[in-house]
């Protein structure tokens, strides 16, 4: 158990980080990254369910990604 969620926000971590750098954000912190990863992996899972996309973990670190990535374009937008 501690190691799946070692592992969960470890991934977070990378997928907030590359949601970061493919929307052009700045510089932040490893806990930003972690909790727009782990947020963006609910919200990716969340989506490719119900658009009925699953299976590995590549498609799921893809749906993390993704789902960060939409997370970020939200607070911007909310932001302004």
Known sequence: ???????????????????????????????????????????GGWLGSLLGVGGGWVTSILLSIGGACLVVWLVRKLAK
């Open 1 to 43: 158990m501690l190691v799946q969620l070692i592992v969960s926000l470890v991934l977070g971590g990378l997928s907030g980080f590359a949601a970061n750098k493919l929307m052009h954000g700045r510089t932040d912190s490893i806990l930003r990254n972690v909790i727009l990863g782990v947020v963006g992996g609910l919200v």
